[in-house]
T-cell receptor, first 115, second 109 residues
Framework: EPEVTQTPSHQVTQMGQEVILRCVPI?????FYWYRQILGQKVEFLVS????????KSEIFDDQFSVERPDGSNFTLKIRSTKLEDSAMYFC?????????????FGEGSRLTVL | RKEVEQDPGPFNVPEGATVAFNCTYS??????FFWYRQDCRKEPKLLMS???SGNEDGRFTAQLNRASQYISLLIRDSKLSDSATYLC??????????FGTGTRLTIIP
């Protein structure tokens, strides 16, 4: 069964460092997303990406965050200068037809710990 | 503000029992509704979409009440494997899902 894969599964970094989280969405999907979940809290939307551009982003997704689809398979989330409050599980997701009517398939997540 | 509210639980229910969760949402113009399931420290997975007429998938029944802005999930004949956190999820008409905090369910043997 096709799945969304994410790397790394866990990353520990020092405050102020740059972090890149990588995702390989399901191959025929056209919509890509990043969500995050701080420990014990709800899953929060960060950004959606379609047709090589951001279609929607949340207040959390400020200038410190960026996304890129550098080739036909990878979808990355970059955090330029990490803060303690960026510590969370980051989930990548993809969808064939979008989130209004379609199912989102989530990866297993990348746990980011900022010290 | 577009919000989704759920009772966080926990619900501790004996195996074989029926359990129901409710969820309320803030915006009457909401487009679509879902129940996702999240196991401990795992990713969310779609359990079922929720349609206006209500829908059933095996032991699971989902219902939508647009007038009162709430969604429900009923689980019949609960199994140990149903233990998880159930996430109420709403799409308010864009490429963004808004998640509730989740309701934690533990099925007791």
């Amino acid at each position: 069964e096709p799945e969304v894969t994410q790397t790394p599964s866990h990353q520990v970094t020092q405050m102020g460092q740059e972090v890149i989280l990588r995702c390989v969405p399901i191959s025929n999907h056209l919509y890509f997303y990043w969500y995050r979940q701080i420990l014990g809290q709800k899953v929060e939307f960060l950004v959606s990406f379609y047709n090589n551009e951001i279609s929607e982003k949340s207040e959390i997704f400020d200038d410190q965050f960026s996304v890129e689809r550098p080739d036909g398979s990878n979808f990355t989330l970059k955090i330029r200068s990490t803060k303690l409050e960026d510590s969370a599980m980051y989930f990548c997701a993809s969808s064939e037809i979008g989130s209004v009517t379609g199912e989102l398939f989530f990866g297993e997540g990348s746990r980011l710990t900022v010290l | 503000r577009k919000e989704v509210e759920q009772d966080p639980g926990p619900f501790n229910v004996p195996e074989g029992a029926t359990v129901a969760f409710n969820c309320t949402y803030s915006n009457s113009a909401s487009q679509s509704f879902f129940w996702y399931r999240q196991d401990c420290r795992k990713e969310p997975k779609l359990l079922m979409s929720v349609y206006s007429s209500g829908n059933e998938d095996g032991r699971f029944t989902a219902q939508l009440n647009r007038a009162s802005q709430y969604i429900s999930l009923l689980i019949r004949d609960s199994k140990l494997s149903d233990s998880a956190t159930y996430l109420c999820v709403v799409n308010f008409g864009n490429e963004k899902l808004t998640f509730g905090t989740g309701t934690r369910l533990t099925i007791i043997p």
